[in-house]
């Protein structure tokens, strides 16, 4: 191939990849803003969608802090069509993935709060001395 062609073809690869930079920065913004619409500020929807990595929805549902998976598989049918989660063919059916890092578009993952312990009053019996 001539110097001249080789010249060209490296200037359009210089080009792609300066439109495809500009295209990435416009693009998030607009993938930030549908994320944001999809996770409402819900906790259990931010971790869900953070842990929806090709994990099952079981898993998921737990690592969110939700008793059901089926929220989890009813979330990931919503997402879908919005384009912010892929399906992934397993045994025995199919899983989501997450396409976007929350981290990355400055959304933070908040963290599961532990069960608060509940304190049992304990009143003493009429009669009874208390120490």
């Known amino acids: 191939m001539s110097n001249r062609k080789e010249g060209e073809q490296d200037r359009i690869v210089e080009l792609l990849e300066e439109i495809l930079k500009w295209v990435k920065f416009d693009g998030m913004r607009n993938v930030k803003s549908v994320l944001l619409d999809a996770l409402q500020n819900d906790p259990q929807k931010i971790r869900a969608y953070h842990f929806s990595d090709g994990r099952g929805s079981r898993e998921v549902a737990n690592l969110a802090g939700l008793k059901s998976h089926t929220t989890i598989i009813d979330w990931w049918a ?9 399906p ?12 976007f890092s929350l981290e ?7 963290e599961l709060e532990a069960p ?10 009429e009669g009874e001395e208390t120490q």
């Open 78 to 86: 919503r997402w879908a069509p919005l384009g912010i989660v892929e």
């Open 104 to 110: 990355a578009l400055g959304i933070e993952i908040p």
């Open 116 to 125: 608060s312990e509940t304190k049992t009053l304990v009143r003493p019996v």
């Open 88 to 99: 992934i063919k397993v045994r025995g059916g199919e899983r989501y993935r997450r396409i």
